[in-house]
């Protein structure tokens, strides 16, 4: 369907074809390597999903990608070597443990842009900077960060290094 291989026996993608350009709708885990290796630019999971297994996109070539309130099992090595994500929009089921496990096997060099959902009680973003609902803690700064950094009220202490490479005020 849509040039992906189901799995039979449930509702797992579990391969793609060289040319796919999307994920199917009313599937429900994306399996490793499902999609790995492919250039669809702007990858938004449909709401039907609820797990990305290990390395599902690895090496994809997408710029934004929209992960759903609905998925809630992210693996961290799910976008491993993806060097092209410019924006991440992460939701709300998503834990500030997995988020942390996310940005740490993810190249985010080129990552400038990132928001969490409003609903996601775990984590909150503002002015493109990832935090720690329960403790405050920055989960994640892109390192192009630039321009004016609210840092939101509650916050009393940022890594040591948080603006050394960032053209921030």
Known sequence: EDGCLVMYDGMKVIASE???TSLPDGYEIVGAYAFSHKAIDALTIPSSYYE???RAFEAGEFTSVVIPDSVGILSSSAFNR???ISELSIGARISAADARGLFSEMRTESLSTVSVSENNV???SESNVIYDSSDGSVIFAPEKLSGDVVIPEGIETLPYDFFT???TK
Do not use: F, N, V, W
């Open 52 to 54: 990305i297994m290990a």
């Open 165 to 167: 490479s960032r053209d």
């Open 82 to 84: 993806c060097d092209a």
């Open 122 to 124: 775990q984590m909150h």
């Open 18 to 20: 060289l040319g796919a």
